[in-house]
């Protein structure tokens, strides 16, 4: 039987047996499936592992122990730490009588009043307080004059007529690098290594948090900020929503707050440059950026709260996109050949909106202004101011659409009970979600009712600590000196009736019932009849005559103090003995009598009597 040759498959090539080429194509194919495979993993991980769960990471990995505050700066730092506090004021006012007693009871520095008896520049009644040419022109002003060698002094800006401090100055500062050094950890996390160094990503200049944004929803000062570190459920389900008292009162704090501003002096003038620019360049109204309301005219000529937003916004605009291009294994691919940047990351809401992609929102929104260098690497440079927010509250916080959110707790009597989880950066000794001890649940529930009376649906549920932060508790204790001078007067006091072996957990300080933390500044922007109510209140208010006296004396010895020059030198000389008071920004001081008349008296001191 004669044999024919086999036909082969069309499929195989003639030059290979069949068995052969098959394995051959086999292997080839399993590799480049197992290829695509890891690819594709790759991809996803580049850009969903690495972005969308990093907010809860961080919300859990961070140390929250107020130990580690403590440590962040040592005794000889904080001694050698030379702070400016500056506060935009213009006129008398029993108010802020308020803020210079707190800061000089509590070891401030003497403060320097700004635009101090220029009627010109209020536009408003004193209430407000922080005029923008004050806050912004006149701060500049200042710091412009100060030689270089004073680049890292810390700065300490506040609103002058609703402000009052109750925690000491070493705290504050103390807290203040704290918190940075934890923010830029959580930089590290969220944007990489390479990214930061790109955009010169980092934190020393502190802002507060609000609640509700300053600017029009759409624009740049309010859809690009991120979300915060606190917890999602403060109000329960009505979190971030419009549900609530009022239409922002259960929503978390995210928003620049103006009232409070920290950081070191080269780089708060900075920020300031930019915001004084902005002033100058912005038009009276813009038909454009405006929704329809027609209040830009005065978002960016009448409200400094609004050109600091718009410089955080931009800030944090920039970072996102900075993120997209320098995270992930395809990092450098996109940024090589110009492939589309990675995840958006978690979503985001503004104003109730759902902002999908916070670099192009759905809705009408304002763009992103070009960057003046043409050189890409400084152009990522050129938003980046270095600015945070203080979302935990831990320095300062405010009472717009917060009012029921505080409490004045006294933290003694301690007990196991759990009330609830401390979400705030700087919780005491315990991990982040951890329940923490109470007080004697009747003793909370009565202060918190006699300020509030009974707690409503729409209210936060209280997280309170068992015990005060270590910050506070290594403080010098609240009364250390009263007993040395006898101030006599309608109260009739003595050195047997100052309560000088007081301890800061027996005394009332103003506490933040939805994140347990007990900040050092108070802002009185909300309600402002509570200025008057809860005075008394205030720990060091009743014997408020007594310890200024104390200062007083401190004061006739060595301590010193920065005095501006003639406006024609430029420059800042030390003085001492300067006394109880302020200094003018234009280089005067200005004596207690002169900033608070005696016709204040009844109020700041409810019926004590001081002499000057």
Request: charged fraction near 25%.
């Amino acid at each position: 039987m004669s044999s024919k040759s086999q036909a082969y498959p069309a499929f195989l090539p003639r030059s290979s047996s069949p068995g052969t080429s098959v394995v051959r194509n086999v292997r080839v194919t399993r590799a480049v499936g197992l290829v695509g495979l890891v690819l594709f993993v790759l991809y996803l991980l580049s850009n969903s592992i690495v972005s969308l769960p990093l907010a809860r990471l961080l919300r859990e990995s961070f140390p929250t122990d107020l130990q580690d505050s403590y440590g962040a700066i040592t005794k000889q730092q904080l001694n050698a730490t030379t702070m400016h506090v500056l506060l935009p004021a213009t006129l008398q006012d029993v108010n802020l009588c308020k803020t210079l007693v707190g800061l000089h009871i509590l070891g401030y520095p003497t403060p320097t009043l700004l635009g101090w008896g220029d009627r010109a520049e209020r536009s408003y009644s004193i209430d407000e307080g922080a005029h923008i040419l004050s806050k912004i022109t006149r701060s500049l002003e200042y710091l412009e004059q100060l030689p270089p060698d004073r680049d890292n002094d810390l700065v300490l800006l506040v609103d002058a007529y609703d402000t009052w401090f109750q925690l000491r100055s070493e705290v504050l500062i103390s807290r203040y690098h704290h918190l940075n050094s934890m923010a830029n950890r959580r930089l590290r996390q969220k944007y990489g290594r390479s990214a930061m160094k790109a955009g010169a990503m980092k934190q020393t200049v502190i802002f507060g948090a609000a609640k509700e944004c300053s600017n029009q929803a759409h624009t740049l000062g309010c859809y690009p900020v991120p979300e915060p570190y606190t917890p999602r459920d403060m109000f329960g389900g009505n979190t971030d929503t419009v549900m609530g008292l009022t239409q922002h009162s259960s929503k978390r704090p995210k928003y620049l707050a103006s009232g409070f501003i920290m950081g070191p002096v080269a780089d708060l003038k900075n920020v300031l440059r930019k915001a004084q620019w902005k002033v100058d360049v912005l038009p009276d109204f813009d038909r454009d950026l405006d929704n329809g309301s027609g209040s830009s005219d005065f978002i960016y000529h009448g409200d400094d709260a609004s050109i600091f937003a718009r410089i955080f916004g931009e800030q944090e605009w920039m970072r996102e996109s900075i993120r997209r291009n320098y995270t992930g294994s395809f990092a450098f691919m996109r940024r090589t050949f110009g492939i589309p940047s990675g995840y958006p990351g978690e979503r985001q809401m503004v104003e109730g909106a759902v902002i999908k992609d916070v670099l192009e929102p759905d809705f009408v929104h304002e763009d992103m202004p070009p960057a003046y260098s043409k050189n890409k690497a400084e152009a990522m440079k050129e938003f980046e101011f270095y600015i945070g927010l203080d979302y935990g509250g831990d320095l300062y916080t405010q009472t717009h659409n917060a009012e029921r959110d505080h409490a004045y707790i006294v933290y003694t009597n301690n007990h196991t009970d759990t009330l609830g989880e401390v979400p705030t950066e700087l919780a005491h000794q315990q991990e982040w979600g951890k329940p923490m001890r109470k007080e004697d649940p009747k003793t909370i529930e009565q202060q918190i009712k006699e300020a509030w009376g009974d707690r409503t649906r729409f209210d936060c549920k209280p997280r309170l600590r068992s015990k005060l932060p270590h910050d506070i508790m290594h403080s010098k204790i609240p009364y250390a000196a009263a007993p040395e001078v006898i101030v006599t007067g309608d109260g009739g006091q003595s050195p047997q009736d100052a309560p000088s072996n007081t301890t800061w957990e027996e005394v009332r300080l103003y506490t933040n019932l939805c994140l347990g933390s007990t900040p050092a500044v108070l802002h009185h922007n909300g309600d402002r009849n509570l200025r008057e109510r809860d005075w008394e209140k205030l720990w060091w208010q009743r014997w408020g005559s007594t310890l200024l006296e104390l200062v007083k004396l401190d004061k006739q010895g060595t301590t010193e103090v920065w005095q501006r020059g003639p406006k024609d030198v430029g420059q800042l000389t030390k003085v001492e003995n300067a006394g109880i008071g302020a200094w003018s920004d234009e280089g005067w001081f200005v004596g207690w009598n002169q900033a608070c008349p005696r016709d204040f008296n009844n109020e700041l001191y409810r019926g004590m009597e001081f002499d000057d």
